[in-house]
Every structure is written in C-alpha cells, then in structure tokens.
C-alpha cells in the first residue's frame, strides 16, 4: 500500500445536475482526501490537451464538445491507493456495465456522459495533476 494523488474531475453532467456534494460525499466515505480543487470552464484547446491520448478515436470530437459544454469540478485525491481506488468508487467507463453502488452505475446516464473522470495509472496521474495544478497548489493531508 502507498499515498497516492489522483486527478478526478466531475463532468458538466455532474455539475449541470447539482451531483458534486454526492460524488464527493464517495470520495471521502472511501477515506480519499481532497488535496485541491477548482471549477472552471474548459476552453476547447484545454480539453483537447487534456484528453490528447483519444485524439484518433472515434468519440473524440463528441467528448471534447461534451466537456466543454459546461463548467467542470476539478480536484486532486490523496489516499492510499487513490488512482485504483478512485476508479473502483467510479465504476466502469460505460455505466451499463459499472457495478452496483459505483458513482457510475448509480448516477449516469450512457457511456457519453458519465459523471466522473479519474487518472488511470501512476504517469498519467502525474501528467494530469500537472495539467491543473501547480505543486504549490496541493495541500498534503495524509502525511
Ligand atoms: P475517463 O478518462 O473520462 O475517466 P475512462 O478512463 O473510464 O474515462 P476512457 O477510455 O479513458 O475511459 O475514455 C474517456 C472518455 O471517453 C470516457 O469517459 C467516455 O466518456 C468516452 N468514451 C470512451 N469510450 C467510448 C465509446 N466507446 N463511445 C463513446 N464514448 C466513449
Ligand atoms: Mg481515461
């Protein structure tokens, strides 16, 4: 076991829907501690950046558009195993296919719109975290 920082980012769904208190009522029942946190509305090249690694997918265009349709809820998560531990509170990508009591399961609507986002390994967390936020923005709360 080790601390970990995660970036999570609660959608324009999430946001649009008034589910921010909810999701991060999850967060921290599972002990993932919030180490810094922005809303902000993406611009187009910010979002496109930020999900570089899908650009030849077919879904990119429709996620870039969806994930600056409204403002987003941006925070770092620290805790013992946070980046695997954030996608089991998450549940799988497609909502259909989360397990009962994820965030996705329970709250999202289709594959499209689904909540949550959250670092999936070590390097892209580092990546991701940097993306946002500067080292001087992160408050340790676990050491
Ligand atoms: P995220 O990166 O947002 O945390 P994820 O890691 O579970 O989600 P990825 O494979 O990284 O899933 O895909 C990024 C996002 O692109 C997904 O959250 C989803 O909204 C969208 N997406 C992924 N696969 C598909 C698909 N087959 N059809 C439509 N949208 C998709
Ligand atoms: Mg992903």
């Known amino acids: ?4 920082r995660t970036l999570s980012i609660v959608k324009p769904d999430g946001v649009g829907r008034n589910l921010i208190g909810e999701v991060y009522r999850r967060f921290e029942q599972v002990g993932l ?3 810094a946190a922005r809303m902000m509305r993406l611009s187009q090249a910010e979002a496109e950046g ?6 030849e997918r077919p879904f990119f265009k ?13 925070q770092v998560l620290e805790g013992e ?4 531990k954030n996608r089991e509170v998450m549940g799988a990508t497609d909502p259909k296919k989360a397990d009962k009591g994820t965030i996705r399961a329970d709250l999202a609507t289709s594959i499209d719109e689904n909540i949550v986002h959250g670092s999936d390994a070590k390097d892209t967390a580092a990546r991701e975290i940097a993306y946002f ?3 001087i923005e992160l408050c340790p709360r676990t050491r």
Not at 1 to 4: T, V
């Open 81 to 84: 195993n946070a980046i695997a």
């Open 50 to 55: 930020f999900y570089a690694v899908h650009r």
């Open 62 to 74: 429709d996620l870039v558009r969806f994930m600056i349709s409204g403002p987003v809820m941006v």
């Open 1 to 4: 076991m080790s601390i970990e």
């Open 133 to 135: 936020f500067r080292d």
């Open 33 to 35: 501690k919030v180490v």
